[in-house]
């Protein structure tokens, strides 16, 4: 009920300030699309996932011919002999630096072990770089494919280096599980770390210190259910100085990416000792300014969890988030996403099937890109344990492992497709260019969804999302372009099977595109 009474009056807001459209007519017949490409909005960073938890297992005992296929269908770029894709291109990839729980097995805390990480670390002070070698596996085949942004990310400092020996908290009191003495050892990790892969030939273009920092990740021992720290506002700065400091030192270029805040509202607004991390970190009046270091970039970086409970928490929390980011002149990364809260359900009562998901999923990327403005999205695990057909909200791909997850089986849910409307044509350093739609009433409201993005060539690439069930027609006018297009080729996704990104026939850009019911379709005009 909640959803059906937001719908109306967030269709003023959804239409002036996502690209679906400001002009919508109340009228049957074709819908037309205006792209014009001189009004700019941002420049796309990276689109990419993690691999965190599950890689270690699959990477390192899988048969190769499947973890060498879920590598193709995560980074590959080619197309199949069919004309079909291999995969969805992804142009970034999380690896998650461990914290060394798995060393510690059932004393570790951690109920899962499945979600205990090795680390590099050891407890001498040596390094053992055999360590996570199913993590490995996958950070060298998104590099293999090409993949152009690598991200390492940590959830807990080595468990040497925190109060507890523990990679959670035990304490609820809202602050760092790092010694307070360890700042440099923590950061001196994270550097010497970087510096290795490096000389693999694996650059890691951004690290994450600090992940989540506002929940308190305290659990009973042996209750936990992975690894983490919360951080105060006061501690990220002084994690970040020592960080920025670390990398110089190792004469590392690597940039520092703050602060992955649980929610993305902590950004710019909430209470608590890690809120308003915009203006803490960014204002130049702010005893906490860290806008002058050599390694932090002008990104602030989000999650898009608890706030897609309906349409307008949707659009107005990233209309905020955009206008105080544009305010301090900084970019924003939406960093982990997966339907955590139940805002997936719409409303709804039951089991919500993989395309009610992926559907789902794109109209949270669509709100990211165009409402909040993202530079990069990034979803959170590429892969977890569960079922390919129903709630596939917490992955890519599903996984029907054994017991001891040293062998299982796997399936692509909807959501790979989803994610792929967007990672696979949308390549990095492509502008997002304004869209406005004129006539036809299925244009009204969230039930069509377009964003548009060209490259320095003005090849353009939109991303159509069809809510409702009723087909539309569309067709495309793109202005201002200096070339003149000769094709126009789509990816269609629908619900019915095998129907994944599949290539549809070519068009003239002067026909008239259709968009079948609950689907996404992906067209580039050259």
Known sequence: MIFKKYRKCCLFVWLSLASAGASAQQQAGIINIKIDLTKEAQVIDNIGSSG??????????????????????????????????????????????????????????????RKRTDSFLNRDGSYDWTKQAGYRFFLQKAHDYGVEKLIAFSNSPPVQLTKNGLGFKTEKDRISNLKEDA????????????????????????????????WDWSHTYKEASQEGSAWTNEEIYKVTRSLNTALTKERLNSKILLTEAGML?????????????????????????????????????????????????????????ADTVKAYGINYWQSEYSMLDNGFREGTVGDRSNMDCALFLSKVIHSDLTVGNATAWQFWNAY??????????????ALQPDAGFKYGEFTVTKNLWALGHYSRFIRPGM??????????????????????????NDRTVLVCTNYSKNAMELKLDIQNS?????????????????????????????DTVKLPGRSLLTLIMD
Not at 188 to 202: I, M, N, S, W
Not at 385 to 397: D, E, K, Q
């Open 52 to 113: 965190c938890w599950f890689s270690e297992g699959i990477g390192k005992d899988w048969p190769k011919e499947k973890r060498e296929k879920i590598a193709q269908l995560l980074f590959s770029q080619k197309f199949g002999s069919d004309g079909n894709l291999e995969g969805i291109g992804l142009s970034s990839w999380r690896f998650n630096i461990g914290a060394g729980t798995t060393e510690q097995g059932d004393s570790s805390g951690i109920k899962d072990f």
């Open 183 to 214: 700042y440099d050892a923590y950061t001196e990790f994270l550097a010497r770390v970087l510096k290795h892969f490096d000389g693999q030939g694996l650059h890691f273009d951004y690290v994450s210190p600090v992940n989540e920092p506002q």
């Open 265 to 321: 509202n902590y950004l710019y607004a909430g209470s608590g000792k890690a809120a308003r991390q915009i203006q803490h970190f960014f204002d130049r009046k702010s005893p906490l300014y860290l806008g002058d270091l050599a390694h932090l970039p002008k990104i602030i970086a989000g999650h898009s969890y608890y706030t897609e409970s309906n349409d307008s928490v949707l659009v107005s929390t990233r209309k905020q988030l």
């Open 384 to 397: 977890e344990p569960g079922s390919a057909a129903v709630n596939t909200r917490y992955y890519l791909i």
């Open 431 to 456: 502008t997002r260019v304004l869209t406005e739609t004129l006539g036809g009433a299925a244009a009204l409201g969230q039930d069509l969804m377009i964003s548009a993005y060209k490259d320095k």
């Open 482 to 510: 200096a070339k003149k297009y000769k094709s126009l080729s789509g990816y269609l996704t629908t619900a019915a099977i095998h129907v994944d990104m599949q290539r549809q026939p070519l068009q003239k850009p002067s």
